[in-house]
């Protein structure tokens, strides 16, 4: 491997990964997918940083806010992994007048879909904040935040399909840049819009969401730029402007799995987050910060774990199966690899961590106690995020949506209660549910690609 290769992959020179070598391909695809996600990773914890400067009650509303408006981020998710399969094989195919067919009615079934959700967020901000156990002192602040950020779900929805259709064709340059633009710029505007520069005061809490709704539409604004100046093989031409509905609905189709297993999820992750607010906003606030920090490397080893699918879908589109196979294990080893690397951060330094974040003794114990204990099962959680990206990649999206149904709501959601109320251990039970069932998930995951399903999905 040679520096070439790697200037490359951030440059954005693309290439044929239906014959590039395996070890070549993972890298090329890796980096920049690693680098899309550190910066999206370092965006959710600079963003709980400075909002944690307003106080308990501003982080507990930012937890309850995210923990909604992962409904949208699942529907992004659906779809994103149904432009990562389908133009993926495309691709593989070199049918690229088709790829572009296949952006065009993506932009279509997300802008419609993130506009409903966008009314109907503004509409029923409060009685959602209400209904997820949000005290007086959150409501007051978080409604108008909480508006805000779903008036904005439209940037929210757009990157993640774009950015699915981008790594689909092998282009996850453009996947990366658009988030560092669009993070980049949050970062920048945040502490301007909450605390205000100069002799202008700033907005509070409001101003997050303002900062970070304004950063992902100028990176929404760059990936239309790149699908339709007709400059690189996914592009939108006039001939794809056109409503096809087959297309649609194969999107629906595979979008639905996607969907199904990010909203299985966001289900639990509601329940979990519902069951900390019983225990008060400093139990919400640890909760919300140990989160945070532990997406600051989960979001890197899902962006490897990225590649498995590009690769996954490319390769089984030029009919090379045993190569797309070959691909998982390789991006899975890497991964565990990776993660099995900032396990030991996470439990020398998590108290060290957490208080980075917060000076609030309480707050700063429940955060690092999660960031231990959840890390404790980041190996298997390697695992389990490439076969996950490997069904997605292949066009089986519902297998993982199962899997998700049975681990998550049938294990982790009753493990969690019963740990954290019979049995008393409180927020500590929510933790080790969390580790337990994403290691159970992973195993689980293998059983099913080792039964090879998904090497016949047909997109």
Do not use: C
């Not at 658009?178 to 505007?189: D, H, K, Q, Y």
């Not at 970070?212 to 100046?229: A, D, E, K, M, S």
């Not at 001939?239 to 990010?262: E, P």
């Not at 290691?439 to 997109?459: C, D, I, M």
Request: no cysteine; hydrophobic share 55%.
């Amino acid at each position: 491997m040679n520096f070439q290769l790697i200037k490359d992959a951030i440059l954005g020179k693309e290439q044929d990964f239906t014959v590039l070598s395996l070890k070549t391909a993972i890298l090329v695809l890796a980096i920049p997918m690693i680098l899309e996600m550190m910066m999206e990773s370092a965006f959710a914890v600079v963003d709980i940083f400075f909002v944690a400067k307003l106080g308990e009650s501003a982080i507990a509303s930012v937890g309850l806010t995210e923990s909604v408006i992962v409904l949208v981020y699942a529907v992004g998710f659906g779809i994103s992994m149904a432009a990562t399969a389908l133009i993926s094989r495309r691709f593989g195919e070199k049918d690229y007048e088709k790829a572009g067919d296949v952006a065009f009615q993506l932009l279509l079934v997300g802008g419609a879909i993130s506009i409903l959700l966008g009314a109907l967020g503004w509409f029923f901000a409060e009685e959602v904040l209400s209904l997820m156990g949000a005290e007086q002192d959150v409501l007051e602040i978080g409604v108008s935040y909480a508006r805000i950020i779903f008036l904005g779900n439209s940037a929210i929805m757009l990157l993640f399909l774009i950015n699915g259709a981008f790594r689909g064709a092998g282009q996850a340059h453009h996947a990366m840049r658009s988030l560092w633009i669009a993070n980049g710029f949050n970062i920048v505007l945040d502490p301007i819009f909450i605390f205000g520069l100069g002799s202008w005061d700033g907005l509070g809490l409001d101003g997050a969401a303002i900062a970070t709704t304004l950063g992902r539409g100028l990176g929404v604004l760059y990936q239309l730029y790149h699908l339709f100046n007709g400059k690189h093989k996914l592009r939108i031409l006039a001939q794809n402007i056109k409503i096809r509905w087959k297309t649609v609905r194969k999107i629906v189709d595979i979008a639905a799995g996607g969907m199904g297993q990010f909203l299985i999820d966001s289900v639990s992750w509601l329940a979990l987050t519902r069951m900390n607010a019983e225990f008060g906003s400093a139990a919400l606030a640890g909760y919300t910060i140990a989160m945070r920090v532990l997406i600051f490397t989960i979001l890197p080893a899902w962006g490897l774990s990225g590649a498995a699918a590009t690769l996954v879908g490319q390769n089984l589109g030029a009919n090379e199966i045993a190569r797309a196979e070959k691909a998982v294990w390789l991006t899975t080893r890497y991964n565990v690899i990776f993660m099995a690397s900032v396990t030991g951060i996470y439990i020398l330094f998590s108290n060290q961590l957490a208080g980075v974040f917060t000076d609030i003794d309480e707050v700063q114990g429940i955060a690092s106690q999660g960031l231990w204990v959840i890390a404790l099962g980041y190996v298997f959680f390697a695992i389990g995020m490439v076969l996950t990206q490997a069904f997605n990649g292949a066009g089986d999206t519902k297998t993982p949506a199962w899997i998700n149904i049975g681990v998550l709501w049938f294990v982790e959601v009753p493990l969690a209660w019963i740990l954290a109320f019979p049995v008393g251990l409180e927020v500590l039970g929510i933790f080790i549910a969390i580790a337990f069932a994403h290691s159970f998930h992973a195993l689980v995951s293998l059983y099913f690609f080792k039964r090879g399903k998904w090497k016949r999905v047909a997109v």
